[in-house]
């Protein structure tokens, strides 16, 4: 990821209300419970907000941002770029997925799909519990996308994120 040196000082901000959308994900072994916030940096406008399983169907956090933000601006979520300023950032407490075992569209691709995200801040990059190393960082970067770690709430995250996971050997 890239280096912590370009971290916007609301940064802290939107983790922690990423956060606060993660706990309201329902817990399952299947999934990590994740929390999004799509954010316009000209004006620090929350544009929407998502979390796992928010939406219907097996929907990711990054997903039902664009779903809201879809619904709210009367756009079809596969031209979210006609509406999203051009200085959009997403703020995730996991590294947007770049695989996804149901078949869906993955967060990597919807990303870049939306075409006005320059950054991604992520609290924690996405353990390999369910499709191994994630190359999603590499993906969005290769299209011109920031990947920007935000340190400082990895344990609150992973602990969040896992709830509903079973744990071996004192993990």
């Known amino acids: 990821m890239t280096n912590t040196a370009s971290i916007p000082r609301h940064a802290d901000d939107y983790m922690k209300l990423a956060i606060s959308l993660a706990r309201k994900?329902?817990?399952?072994?299947?999934?990590?419970?994740?929390?999004?916030?799509?954010?316009n940096t000209d004006s620090?406008?929350?544009?929407?907000t998502g979390y796992t399983l928010e939406c219907e169907g097996?929907?990711?956090?990054?997903q039902c941002c664009f779903i809201k933000f879809a619904e709210s601006t009367g756009t079809a979520e596969d031209r979210l770029y006609e509406q999203l300023p051009p200085t959009t950032?997403?703020?995730t407490t996991m590294e947007p997925c770049n695989f996804?075992?149901?078949?869906?569209?993955?967060?990597?691709?919807?990303?870049?799909?939306?075409r006005n995200i320059k950054?991604?801040?992520?609290?924690?990059?996405?353990p390999e519990k369910f499709?191994?190393?994630n190359q999603g960082r590499k993906k969005l970067e290769e299209h011109?996308?920031?990947?920007?770690?935000?340190?400082g709430f990895e344990e609150e995250i992973l602990e969040i994120a896992t709830a509903g996971h079973t744990k071996k050997d004192g993990q």
Do not use: F
Not at 100 to 114: Q, T
């Open 131 to 133: 499709v191994g190393e």
């Open 144 to 151: 011109g996308i920031q990947s920007v770690h935000v340190p």
């Open 119 to 126: 950054t991604v801040y992520v609290g924690v990059r996405e």
């Open 58 to 62: 097996n929907t990711h956090a990054e």
């Open 44 to 48: 620090n406008e929350e544009l929407a």
């Open 89 to 91: 950032a997403l703020y």
């Open 25 to 39: 994900s329902p817990p399952k072994p299947t999934n990590y419970c994740v929390g999004a916030v799509l954010v």
């Open 100 to 114: 996804r075992l149901s078949g869906n569209m993955s967060c990597v691709d919807r990303i870049i799909a939306a």
